[in-house]
């Protein structure tokens, strides 16, 4: 039975490459049409080469005639089902809170849509888990936007680090820090909606620094083992506002990390240390300057910084799908950095108790 049900998702799998290596163009449908959909990822759906928006969708129809007159692109459909059943939408970009990933994952896999979900894919690692079954079954792809794995810039870190210009990678260093805001001081119903469990997950580390996890796993191996260690200094929200980590990736290399959301100091420095020489960047700062220091001097860099961030990726995507090229952004990668993040959360809830 198991040996059918594989060879049945193996011709499924065929049959969809085979028809969208037939086309010229990927077409795109969105659903929702929030900030992240005005600069940094939603002009690329039409901007990228061989690459067209068809239409959105979201809750509220006078906000998708706003997003498409201002963008020029799309059309608006009146409902996920209605975008869903259109034959000519070969993949659907997921642009919503988490709390709605899930289920509308799913639902794209049953139309035999491939799709583009944001970060972090749900609510839990089970929940993550569900929509891998759900592509299994139907065969078609699923990409997340972990968007940084495209840009010019986190591809001249990893060329270096595969050049050897560091020599052979020891250690990455990870320190982000920031002062609380009056948001963060809010009554609960009114705080952002990063800081509602319900809605994100848990608080900032599981839903904005899970990119930083990403690039972990992107730029010196993914991980292996890890421990947390967390606490709430301020008690003005239920998540951690201090985490540490300590890990070892697959090849070995040995990553700290210190995230802390309530300090008076703002710092953003990364550090990936090789027996050569090391590299060093900022995460938060995307026009920032890459450093290189050996023993030959310090070099710095500046890559193409693409206005729509998330263009690149996208980019890669369409590739993909066309046969072209192959996009690292996969499920399965995203995965491992929601393990810790959800680790992290299930621990702090835990100790609360």
Known sequence: MLACMHFMQVVQRKAVDMVISMKEYINWGMIGCGDVTEVKNGPGLYQAEHSSLLGIT?????????????HGAGKVYDSV??????PEIDIVYIATTPDCHKDLA??????????????????????????????????????????????SRYR????????????????????????QTEQDRLPDD?????????VSGG????????????????????PAEFTLVQSNETGYYEAADTVSLSLKTETGVMVSG??????????????????????????????????????????????FLHPNVGTEQIQDIVNDLLGKG????????AMRALKITDTAEKQWRSRKR
């Not at 705080?191 to 509602?196: N, T």
């Open 81 to 86: 089902e209605e975008l869903l059943s259109d």
């Open 203 to 222: 608080g900032y580390f599981f839903e904005t620094e899970i990119h930083m996890l990403d690039l972990i796993d992107f730029l010196v191996g993914a």
């Open 106 to 151: 799913i639902a794209c896999a049953e139309a035999g849509k491939h799709c583009y979900v944001e970060k972090p894919i749900a609510l839990s690692y089970e929940e993550a888990e569900e929509i891998q079954r759900a592509f299994e079954k139907s065969g078609t792809k699923i990409f997340v936007a972990h968007y940084r794995r495209g840009m």
């Open 58 to 70: 979201k809750r509220t129809r006078s906000k998708d005639e706003s997003w498409v007159e201002r």
């Open 326 to 333: 192959s996009c690292s952004s996969t499920l399965e990668a």
């Open 190 to 198: 009114q705080k952002p909606w990063r800081l509602r469990s319900n």
């Open 258 to 303: 210190l995230w802390c959301y309530a300090t008076d100091v703002e710092q953003d420095r990364t550090v990936i240390y090789g027996d050569k020489g090391a590299i060093s960047y900022q995460y938060s700062f995307n026009d920032g300057p890459i450093r290189l220091e050996t023993a030959d001097g310090i070099q710095e860099f500046t890559p």
């Open 156 to 179: 001249k870190i990893k060329r270096l680090l595969e050049e050897g210009a560091i020599g052979k990678v020891r250690g990455m260093q990870m320190l982000r820090t920031q002062k």
